[in-house]
């Protein structure tokens, strides 16, 4: 091969087209000072970096581009940045999360609109918001699943300790209560006691318990409460009545006395319906 053909077929490594490159060629050395000494190519080694970097330059020109964010930016500014990077046109554009919600409970409509208009100030794109309003209802259901369980708990807890004190009376006792609570409560009483989980406080129940008996003892002695009974608790309270009753109770005790039989009759009537079951 001639020395002109040799030549011919030298590349810009300075060596032949088959042959591989210099590992000590310095591809910088083949273009300007001007050019060599700019920053931007301090991070390229060799023709290959050179060549992604370029090929890299060309994909991004047209392509959209974020800047990143300023603290001198106005509202204008920041607009454009939200839109740029997935905030909806509007509050009500975003996406509603799928969270399964135990029964009983449910997330305001208000309080739902209120978030979304907040992300939306805040400029959060919609899966942003998805995740965000995702963990806000799970954790309220949480919540709201721990607070009927420690309910739930408190009352087992209470009619445990009910049971153990008043044995076979505990129906009756609890009724008495109702009984008590209605007359002398309001509506309102009630339904907070209901609300806030007070009516399972077994200390409660035993004061209602308490004035029930003192109504129905009153009752005995020729009082008139009107305090509504029902069921197998109806015929243990009459039984608690005329136990305080006493020429009842002479009548039921001596076989001799007139009106014996009746009063053995209805005593043995309220005793199959009280404890029958």
Do not use: C
């Amino acid at each position: 091969m001639s020395m002109s053909e040799e030549e011919s077929t030298t590349t810009l490594t300075g060596s032949g087209s088959d042959s591989p490159p210099s590992e000590s060629f310095d591809w910088k050395s083949a273009v300007s000072e001007e050019v060599r000494s700019d920053p931007s190519l301090s991070t390229i080694k060799d023709i290959d970096g050179l060549a992604k970097s370029y090929v890299h330059s060309q994909k991004m020109i047209g392509a959209d581009k974020v800047l990143a964010p300023r603290d001198d930016w106005g509202d204008s500014e920041w607009s454009d940045f939200f839109e740029k990077t997935g905030r909806p046109s509007t509050s009500a554009d975003y996406s509603q999360p799928e969270v399964e919600l135990p029964d009983g409970y449910s997330v305001p409509e208000e309080s739902v609109k209120e978030l979304k208009d907040k992300f939306h100030e805040a400029g959060l794109s919609d899966k942003q918001a998805k995740m965000l309003m995702s963990h806000y209802m799970e954790s309220g259901a949480k919540g709201y699943s721990d607070s009927v369980s420690s309910h739930q708990a408190e009352q087992n807890e209470a009619i445990e300790a009910l049971r153990s004190d008043y044995g076979r009376d505990y129906d009756l006792n609890v009724e008495l209560a109702r009984s008590a609570l209605n007359k002398f409560g309001s509506q309102e009483l009630t339904e907070y006691l209901d609300d806030t989980g007070f009516g399972n406080n077994p200390h409660l129940i035993r004061a209602f318990v308490n004035i029930g008996k003192m109504v129905l003892e009153d009752d005995a002695r020729g009082g008139s409460s009107a305090m509504s009974l029902g069921g197998p608790v109806a015929a243990q309270a009459e039984i608690t009545t005329i136990r305080g009753d006493e020429a009842f109770m002479s009548r039921l005790t001596n076989r001799d006395a007139v009106g014996h039989k009746e009063a053995l009759a209805q005593w043995e009537q309220l005793h199959r319906q009280g404890y029958s079951a």
